[in-house]
Antibody, heavy 123, light 107 residues
Framework: EVRLVESGGALVQRGGSLRLSCAAS????????MSWVRQAPGKGPEWLAN????????YYVDSVKGRFTISRDNAKNSLYLQMNVLRAEDTAVYYC????????????????WGQGVLVTVSS | ATQMTQSPSSLSASVGDRVTITCRAS??????LAWFQQKPGKAPQLLIS???NLQGGVPSRFSGSGSGTDFTLTISSLQPEDIATYYC?????????FGQGTKVEIK
């Protein structure tokens, strides 16, 4: 069974930093593109970042580029999101998600999701 | 960024009704369009990928169609358990972008 479990959510002050983790199990983690997606209260989901299976390619939405960093440790079956210079508008539930993208072509984006973790940025 | 415009933003229909939700992309995205269902307090769930491919375990009353810029999600016979918000997603261009959502309610 595929499982994705996020951790690291917290209440943090504006300008602060936080590192989210996503522990993966039930599949060969190193074969899959992974993503972070967030959802602000009462809003729709927003894609944040993708990382290639070997970690050599990363893509970001402009609103987090330069502040957030996606990374992975395939030996630990873990995905990370380092978030710096946090703003009030970063308050959201953050999800990690698995994508089925053989050869870099995505046939099933966000086919599995974690349960999400809440990040609250206070001003 | 590729804008995804969903309509309607909400709808109310009776059990058994045929429901149609549309998603329009601001530029052509081939068939790289997915549909998600989200129930309150839960993560979104992938229903349909590449515009028309139904995911395993998803009831056959759900279907998707379209290519290029115009896409449709259809529920052929609305059931009480279909009450949710539905989102489209384009994954052809970075940044991947979602539509703003369609909230489906029972009349």
């Amino acid at each position: 069974e595929v499982r994705l479990v996020e951790s690291g959510g917290a209440l943090v002050q504006r300008g602060g930093s936080l590192r989210l983790s996503c522990a993966a199990s039930g599949f060969t983690f190193s074969d899959y593109w992974m993503s972070w997606v967030r959802q602000a209260p009462g809003k729709g989901p927003e894609w944040l970042a993708n990382i290639k299976p070997d970690g050599t390619e990363k893509y970001y939405v402009d609103s987090v580029k330069g502040r957030f960093t996606i990374s992975r440790d395939n030996a630990k079956n873990s995905l990370y999101l380092q978030m710096n210079v946090l703003r009030a508008e970063d308050t959201a539930v953050y999800y990690c998600a698995r994508n089925y993208c053989p050869g870099g072509i995505c046939y099933r984006p966000f086919e599995f999701w974690g349960q999400g973790v809440l990040v609250t940025v206070s001003s | 960024a590729t804008q995804m415009t969903q309509s309607p933003s909400s709808l109310s229909a009776s059990v058994g009704d045929r429901v149609t939700i549309t998603c329009r992309a601001s530029q052509a995205i081939r068939n790289d369009l997915a549909w998600f269902q989200q129930k309150p307090g839960k993560a979104p769930q992938l229903l349909i990928s590449t515009a028309s491919n139904l995911q395993g375990g998803v009831p056959s009353r759900f279907s998707g169609s379209g290519s290029g810029t115009d896409f449709t999600l259809t529920i052929s016979s609305l059931q009480p358990e279909d009450i949710a918000t539905y989102y489209c997603l384009q994954d052809y261009y970075y940044p991947w972008t979602f539509g703003q959502g369609t909230k489906v309610e029972i009349k």
